[in-house]
C-alpha cells in the first residue's frame, strides 16, 4: 500500500465498508503507533457510514487513565482480504489506524520524500 506525508502525519487511505460486502469508502487514516487497536473513527464518520455497534471497550490513556468507549463493526479491504474491525468511536479530527493492524507488516515513512509505504 501506498500512503503519503501531509502536515508530518503518515496518512493511509483505506477502503471500509458496513457490510462484508457491501459497498466501500475510501477514508484518509493517520498511522499512530502509539495506538495498540486497529481503527478509530469520529462517531459522525461512524454515522455517516451506518456502522453497526459492537458494545464498549475499555482503554487506558496515555496518563494512566482508564475510559470506556463505544465500539461498531466494520469491513477492511486490507491487502485483498476482506477482515472485521472493531472499530473505537471518538471526537477526533483524524482516523487513526493503529498498530494491531500494522503487525506481520513492514511500514516505511520517509518524511524527507514524503512517502509511506506499508508491506
Known sequence: MIGRVEDVKALLDIEISN??????TVVTSWIDTAFDGHLVLSLQMIKDLELDSWGETEAILADGSRITLETFICYLNWFGDQIPL?????????????????????LHIDYRMKTVILE
Do not use: M, W, Y
Not at 457490510?19 to 466501500?24: I, P, T
Not at 473505537?88 to 506481520?104: C, K, M, Q, V
Open 19 to 24: 457490510k462484508l460486502h457491501g459497498g466501500r
Open 86 to 106: 472493531q472499530v473505537i468511536a471518538n471526537d477526533g479530527r483524524f482516523p487513526l489506524l493503529g498498530t494491531g493492524l500494522l503487525e506481520s507488516r513492514i
